[in-house]
């Protein structure tokens, strides 16, 4: 169970800051494709690559890109991620250290990132089930924009091919803006396949219009 719990977290979100406090076991990858359709008809998409460097050290990629009128924008780094030593039998910790950049079309802009993750096994009923929390703060060397990142999960594990989680994503930066987006998501992973597929909604509470779908492919190996 801890190992299917792990390799969900790991994926959620593919979000800079959202890898989870469980690591990849040594010599096992994942990898997770996700694309979002706004109602603003902008398209998001996401890549996200883990593996298991030892069994105490997962290293990564994560990038995330936004298609507007004016090109390519969004971000991308490669990150180590490793466990610390507190917690109990259903709790783990882990802090995870990424570099890399900023690029909106024009101009690209290096940048850092330090993470602190909280991850815990759940059961409800005869399911079982997780949550997490994960905390980063990202710095931007070119424009000195500071970001705080706090993302969290809660999710089911209905059976070996069934899973179902809710998120929440929070974002703000030391110009005094600040977004939280709420998001919902379905994997199933087919009986024979290689592959499992995401499909799930996304809302902007301080957006009554902003809301959109998205679908995903993860892959582990």
Sequence with gaps: MRLSV??????LVATPAAAGAWLRDKGSGFTA???????????KNSF???YGLTAKTTVGLDVDTTATAFGQIGSG???V???LSFGGDRSVWAYQVGVGADFNGIAVTPLARLGLSYGRGLKLGRYDGWMGVD???????GTALRTVKVDTVAGLNFSDRSTAFVQ???????AGGSSTTLSTSYVHTPKRGKFSYLVGVETTPSDPTGYGIKL????KF
């Design 6 to 11: 792990a390799i969900i977290c790991a994926c």
């Design 48 to 50: 996200y690559f883990e």
């Design 33 to 43: 494709t996700k694309s979002t359709l706004t109602d603003h008809l902008l398209i």
């Design 135 to 141: 905390t980063a703060l990202q710095w931007n060397f």
């Design 216 to 219: 995903g492919f993860w892959h």
């Design 81 to 83: 991620r490793r466990p």
């Design 77 to 79: 780094q490669i990150f």
């Design 168 to 174: 929440m994503f929070w974002t703000g930066t030391n």
